[in-house]
């Protein structure tokens, strides 16, 4: 029963971040389709969805059933995540959200593995930033201003976010052994970004 509350949650939370990857890829505007998509973690954080992106930051401060929980959390997301897609395509938005999914899949199928690596790790420090901030920061503007910077940066500096990417090679209707492989590896790449910041902090 815990784990189908994981994984329930983590379909809600795929769900939300492609919410957010709608609006970006909806605006032609690349700033504002940034800031816009922070509705998705915005979302995330306030209602308790579990994100995979977030979730894992603090693998290391928790016990072994939450270790345990993040591969259920990352596959509820990616169910999230591809019914979101699914759905789309068959509306009429559909095929304007599918061509420009699929210009920016290419770009990041083309790329190579260590680029995808260390793009993941920066946008899962830039989570973790954002995460943290909205579960500490004492001050209430704070809390949403961590979300709006931490999102909104990760998206303009190009870096790559797994669960949002489930979203764009779903959409996209990309899927195959390459871009399978590129998200195994923007996972791994969000997960040492993930724990890295936190890690760090006990050392200083």
């Keep these: 029963m815990k784990y189908l509350k ?27 389709g940034a800031v816009f998509f922070t509705v998705g973690l915005f979302t995330v954080c ?27 959390m990352w596959a509820g997301n990616f169910a999230g995540a591809w019914l979101t897609a699914t759905a789309e395509r068959l509306t009429r938005v559909g095929p304007a959200l ?24 920066l946008c899962d420090i830039l989570i973790y930033i954002a995460v943290d901030g909205f579960n500490k920061n004492p001050h209430e503007v704070g809390k949403y201003l ?16 797994c669960v949002a ?9 990309m899927w195959n052994g390459r871009t399978l492989l590129c998200l195994l590896v923007i996972t791994l790449g969000n997960a040492f ?11 200083r």
Excluded at 98 to 121: R, T, W, Y
């Design 146 to 161: 961590s979300l709006f910077f931490g999102v909104t940066v990760f998206i303009l500096c190009g870096t790559e976010h």
């Design 6 to 32: 994981t994984l329930l949650g983590g379909i809600l939370a795929g769900i939300s971040i492609s919410i957010g990857g709608t609006v970006f890829l909806s605006l032609d505007d690349k700033v504002l």
């Design 193 to 203: 970004g993930g724990v890295l910041l936190p890690l760090m902090r006990k050392l």
């Design 98 to 121: 599918q061509e420009k999914a699929a210009s920016m899949c290419a770009v990041k199928a083309g790329d190579s593995l260590l680029s995808l690596f260390i793009l993941g790790i």
């Design 46 to 72: 306030t209602f308790g969805f579990d994100l995979f992106t977030g979730k894992v930051c603090y693998v290391f401060e928790r016990d072994r059933d939450y270790a345990v929980g993040l591969p259920v």
């Design 165 to 173: 990417d489930m979203y764009y090679f779903s959409v996209a209707g």
